[in-house]
């Protein structure tokens, strides 16, 4: 083999492994919470890290079917090189399903985080289902107080389908009307794509730049277990990111949006 070509093949080689060494900057940790019994995971929570979180700001993604959600999130950190995404992978599914020897359940990730919500939620199939109410409960207790309890900022990300949840579904005579404080809506915008709120900080900030925004109201909301529920109890500052499924560059420019608004507020 001629050495020149040699040299080129060392050449793309090097740019290879840079490349591959760019692309895998966000690290990931590990958290389990186990059920004591067996070892099965209630809640499989891991930590996916680009350099230094930012103090008192938490970046989540809890479904797992809503992979363009998490896509976005990542890149972004990558991009920044900086901040931290709790993430539940849980097989793919939207739901989290527990089946060992005593108990077999199934519950929606985003409809565990007040007690009333973690009633409804838990679909107990077979089994001792109190035991199931209480390894699910000590998982979110541990959930909560390892991530969220310190938070002054929440921001969840999302995504819903062509035929679900939209901001129209707030509007004053929809379904989902009772729960909403204001609504902003930009006709230019796909109804799919909206921002989710608990402040009217937030709720400001992101109408003014022309998105469509949800404000929850904080009192008269369903309590459905759901994290803007619980932040609202616990007078967090809340933002879920709602955007399409495949709406990448839509998501990107929210989430890029809520990194201007984490500037503005949190990080000066
Ligand atoms: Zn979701």
Redesign the pocket.
């Known amino acids: 083999m001629p050495k020149h070509f040699l040299s080129l093949m060392h050449y793309c080689l090097a740019l290879i492994f840079l490349f591959i060494t760019n692309q895998t900057g966000a690290q990931s940790s590990d958290y389990q919470a186990e059920d004591g019994q067996n070892q099965q995971i209630v809640l499989p929570v891991r930590q996916i890290c680009a350099g230094k979180p930012w103090p008192q700001i938490v970046w989540i993604h809890?479904?797992d079917d809503?992979q363009t959600?998490r896509q976005v999130a990542i890149q972004t950190l990558d991009n920044l090189e900086q901040g931290c995404l709790v993430d539940l992978p849980h097989g793919g599914q939207?739901e989290i399903s527990i089946k060992n020897i005593n108990v077999s359940y199934h519950f929606d990730p985003?409809r565990i985080f007040t007690i009333s919500g973690r009633k409804k939620a838990l679909k107990c199939q077979q089994g001792d289902c109190n035991l199931a109410m209480d390894q699910l409960t000590q998982a979110v207790q541990q959930l909560l107080n390892r991530y969220l309890h310190q938070a002054k900022l929440i921001v969840a990300i999302?995504?819903?389908h062509a035929n679900g949840l939209s901001v129209l579904h707030y509007r004053p005579t929809a379904t989902k009307a009772n729960d909403v404080r204001q609504i902003a809506i930009n006709p230019d915008q796909n109804p799919h794509d909206f921002f989710f709120v608990t402040t009217q900080q937030a709720f400001d900030f992101l109408s003014q730049r022309g998105f469509n925004v949800v404000w929850q109201d904080n009192e008269k909301v369903q309590d459905d277990g759901s994290l803007s529920v619980w932040s609202a109890q616990h007078k967090i500052d809340y933002i879920n990111i709602e955007a399409g499924v495949g709406h990448t560059s839509v998501q990107t420019t929210m989430l890029a949006a809520v990194l201007n608004y984490m500037h503005t507020y949190y990080l000066h």
């Open positions: 809890v479904h809503e959600a939207r985003n999302h995504n819903n």
